[in-house]
T-cell receptor
Framework: AQSVTQPDIHITVSEGASLELRCNYS??????LFWYVQSPGQGLQLLLK??????LVQGIKGFEAEFKRSQSSFNLRKPSVHWSDAAEYFC???????????FGKGTKLSVKP | DAEITQSPRHKITETGRQVTLACHQT?????MFWYRQDLGHGLRLIHY???????NKGEVSDGYSVSRSNTEDLPLTLESAASSQTSVYFC???????????FGSGTRLTVV
């Protein structure tokens, strides 16, 4: 069955520190992979997506993610976190044959001053 | 500017009542989706549509229905609201093949 696992429910980092949010997926075919961010009381905003090609993808707000097929992972990274990055982050997976996405349960990011 | 709007933003209803949540998009997207978001469960797919007159059940479709009579709208109906349907509901749309969802701002539904 298709699934997405985000192992960390809540992460706290200091402002200026680096960030890595983990995402593992289970999918029968080559997946399309996404990261979304949700600020409190808001809908989700697309950060970045991977369809094919270069396994390191750049997104908005200084985020990047790396697709590792051998590890079934698509971890999100940022070199230096800003207080405005505090939000909830969702990893999602889809396939060419389907238009709908499966979402992980999310990781809440808190940023310490 | 194109947008996707959900209404109402907040609603309180009683158990057993029929409730309809509206979703309207002006992106001219073929694909539209309804998700519910609950603490500890993330987003779970309720129903989705790939075009006019097309509807499909998602992971948690029991107690919900949708209809797609035009490109712009995908209303979600709770036939007989239950307390277990208290949740935040998100509508999303995407163009065929793009998979870049655009989300609405959500509807917070409370069933008492």
């Amino acid at each position: 069955a298709q699934s997405v696992t985000q192992p960390d429910i809540h992460i706290t980092v200091s402002e200026g520190a680096s960030l890595e949010l983990r995402c593992n997926y289970s999918y029968g075919a080559t997946p399309y992979l996404f990261w979304y961010v949700q600020s409190p009381g808001q809908g989700l905003q697309l950060l970045l997506k991977y369809f094919s090609g270069d396994t390191l993808v750049q997104g908005i707000k200084g985020f990047e993610a790396e697709f590792k097929r051998s590890q079934s992972s698509f971890n999100l990274r940022k070199p230096s976190v800003h207080w405005s990055d505090a939000a909830e982050y969702f990893c999602a997976v889809g396939a060419r044959s389907q238009g709908n996405l499966i979402f992980g349960k999310g990781t809440k990011l808190s940023v310490k001053p | 500017d194109a947008e996707i709007t959900q209404s109402p933003r907040h609603k309180i209803t009683e158990t057993g009542r029929q409730v309809t949540l509206a979703c309207h998009q002006t992106w001219n997207h073929n694909n539209m989706f309804w998700y519910r978001q609950d603490l500890g469960h993330g987003l779970r797919l309720i129903h989705y549509s790939y075009g006019v007159q097309d509807t499909n059940k998602g992971e948690v479709s029991d107690g919900y229905s949708v209809s797609r009579s035009n490109t712009e709208d995908l209303p979600l109906t709770l036939e007989s609201a239950a307390s277990s349907q208290t949740s935040v509901y998100f509508c999303a749309s995407s163009d065929s093949g793009s998979y870049g969802y655009t989300f609405g701002s959500g509807t917070r539904l409370t069933v008492v």
